[in-house]
């Protein structure tokens, strides 16, 4: 069996090692169909967050087939599975009022604890979520980063002809407009790279715009999914009053001025990950639905043995989502 793993940062490893032993109690067994390439597995190869250990097998965007089950495991052999990669406690104060999101006891497949890039993996059926026969493998494995994006729009209200702003096109602000898009915003995305500009357009009638043609334009609502200083504080001056700014992104800092908040009634939401099993459900929903554009949003699905031009090309910045398929090892 084989397995991908962040030894250090900036260096990858493509192990083989023994076959896992059989699945207990409520744990099944998954065999790998696809994983995606996060923005955060790459931070995670970078040496970028402090909260993340090493080595750590990465990878929790995931597509599988669930081979072997425990004697209470909730899923028979054969389901496709994606997987939610954010344990929580289910016991805390704050799993307790259903914010699991944000679980004080919360450990992060890929992060802190091992991810699934490998050909097979064990994990608690607690944590596996059946997709339908009707999804395929190239949407299904979108569920959990599309997940992210269902959460935040539930901050807000996005209908026709809102205006819509996508501060960073990355895979989720990209996922995030071609969702506003979808409900009939009107949707400008915004990325310093001229190339999101073409996946944006491949998805709909999105306007796109570098951050400084933003000239006195104000939108009913802005999503911000750069996770830079800069790209807040735009977020916040191109709010219309009484307008709503939705955070994806993970700034470090940024500087509010509190005095334009105020006047302008502006409300700044937080939002981390996703519900589940709600968002979850919506995001299937979603992606079944044959008219949402969300195809281009996949830019390329490369074999796992081609893991390090998978990872410098999803670096880049030049393309959408990165996928590596664990089907043909």
Known sequence: MIELYVTKPNELELRHVAPLRAPRDDEVKIQLIYGGICGSDLSV??????????????????LGVVVEKGENAAYDIGTRVVVLPNTYCGTCDLCVKGYTNICRYKSSLGVNVDGGFSQQFLISSKYVFPVPDDLPDEKAVLVEPFAVVVHAFKKVNVTKDTTVAVIGCGNEGMIAAALAHHLGAKVTAVDINPYKFQLAKKIGNIRTLFPHELQHETFDIV????????????????????????????????????????????????????????????????????SFSIDPVVSKILPVTDYQHAYEIAASGNVGKVILSFKEV
Do not use: C, M, W
């Not at 967050?49 to 750590?56: D, R």
């Not at 334009?260 to 709600?278: A, C, K, M, N, W």
């Open 45 to 62: 190869f970078k040496g970028e967050l402090p909260h993340a250990t090493y080595p750590v097998r990465p990878g929790h965007e995931l």
């Open 223 to 290: 999503f911000e999914a750069a996770g830079t200083k800069s790209a807040v504080e735009q977020a916040i001056q191109i709010a219309s009053p009484g307008g709503d700014v939705v955070l994806i992104g993970l700034a470090t800092e940024a500087t509010f001025p509190v005095v334009h908040i105020v006047r302008s009634e502006l409300t700044i939401h937080g939002t981390i990950i996703y519900q589940f099993p709600d968002d979850y459900l919506q995001a299937i929903e979603y992606l079944r639905n044959p």
